[in-house]
């Protein structure tokens, strides 16, 4: 696990992290990681609940906010003392010339070579 800390933040990077918990995928993992995460900011025995659109929090009695993404083999967690957001998309190197072909007329798709 990566860690950098930012003044009232602090960035966690876990590589390959569905390899972690072997067996656990989905929300599952996630909170799991979550867990570990904040285990490090000596936050444990916590519930981690969802918004209505699935976003995990916590009680906002520990003065704490965190927002996770992944993409790929990455798992990013940002930690801040007010909210927070991250996002984290792994590079894939594009065929441009199918998304050309799919997307833009002929005359834009020729622009693009």
Known sequence: MFRHFDND???FIIEDF???YPGSKGRKLTELLI???LSEKG???????????GKPYIDESF??????SHSGRYFVCLV??????VDVQEENRANIDAVSRRYFTEEE???VK
């Open 9 to 11: 933040m602090e960035l």
């Open 18 to 20: 569905r390899d972690t």
């Open 35 to 37: 867990r570990d995460i």
């Open 43 to 53: 936050i444990n025995d916590v519930v981690i609940m969802r918004t209505e659109k």
């Open 63 to 68: 003065g704490i906010s965190f927002s996770v």
């Open 80 to 85: 801040g003392d007010a909210p927070v957001g």
């Open 109 to 111: 798709a020729g622009m």
